[in-house]
């Protein structure tokens, strides 16, 4: 089910929504890779992430931050234009590949801790779940949820 990897620190520049999870607009992710295209940042071996930085069960819904980032290279020059930019904490990761679909990615969240738990792995909170999204897995309709663990 799950594949483990090792997922590097990582610079990013993102966009960022806040409010209630589930809204996450299809514009957002086109305003990134707008973006991305126009620098010339989009590549084929471009990684975009999503990435729930917010418990809803601990914060209220019109608080979620849900950031859409693109991971660049630390040597690549960017201008400034209203992006945000960051780090990703690396680490060791459990990578589930899901159907890159509504009904895909909520049947993924509402499994995946129980097959975590199944596979002897353990949540680790301190860091954020990442849906990975990669060219060659979207054009198959797939992406991937990569729970960080310890």
């Known amino acids: 089910m799950f594949v483990l990897e090792e997922i590097?620190?990582?610079r990013i520049v993102y966009i960022r929504?806040?409010?209630?999870?589930?809204?996450?607009s299809r514009a957002q992710m086109e305003g990134l890779t707008s973006w991305a295209t126009a620098n010339g940042l989009l590549r084929a071996d471009?990684?975009?992430?999503?990435?729930a930085r917010d418990d809803p069960a601990r914060t209220p819904p019109?608080?979620?931050?849900?950031?859409?980032?693109?991971?660049l290279p630390d040597d690549i020059e960017i201008r400034r234009s209203g992006m945000a930019e960051g780090?990703?904490?690396g680490g060791r990761h459990a990578?589930?590949?899901?159907a890159h679909t509504p009904e895909g990615l909520a049947h993924a969240w509402t499994t995946l801790f129980d097959g975590l738990a199944a596979g002897g792995l353990a949540f680790d909170a301190t860091r954020p779940v990442l849906e990975?999204?990669?060219p060659h897995l979207l054009a198959r309709h797939l992406c991937e949820i990569c729970v960080p663990v310890r």
């Open 8 to 10: 590097p620190e990582s």
């Open 17 to 24: 929504r806040t409010g209630p999870y589930g809204e996450v």
């Open 46 to 51: 471009s990684v975009v992430l999503g990435i």
């Open 62 to 71: 019109r608080d979620c931050r849900y950031d859409t980032c693109l991971v």
């Open 87 to 89: 780090r990703l904490v």
């Open 95 to 98: 990578v589930l590949t899901v």
């Open 132 to 134: 990975r999204y990669r």
